[in-house]
């Protein structure tokens, strides 16, 4: 269904006028579409690495004892 290319939408302009006239459980559809369709994107190499490395470096302050852990129940 959302998978199929569409021809005559020439811009982004254009797909959004087209999505926002739609009904209301059909925009929401499309919406959800898009938006599950982002998980397919796969992330650009710096920024899956860039977070890598703050998860590498956080992690080393909780074994270090720089930082302690929170419960997240306590707040």
Do not use: C, K, Y
Not at 42 to 63: H, I, N, Q, S, Y
């Amino acid at each position: 269904m959302f998978g199929a290319p569409l021809p005559h939408v020439t811009s982004t302009a254009a797909l959004s006028r087209e999505g926002r006239a739609l009904g209301a459980d059909q925009h929401a559809a499309v919406a959800n579409a898009l938006l599950e369709s982002l998980h397919d994107i796969p992330e650009p190499r710096e920024a899956r690495d860039a977070w890598t490395a703050v998860a590498v470096r956080r992690l080393d302050e909780v074994r270090s004892g720089e930082v302690g852990l929170v419960d997240a129940d306590e707040h």
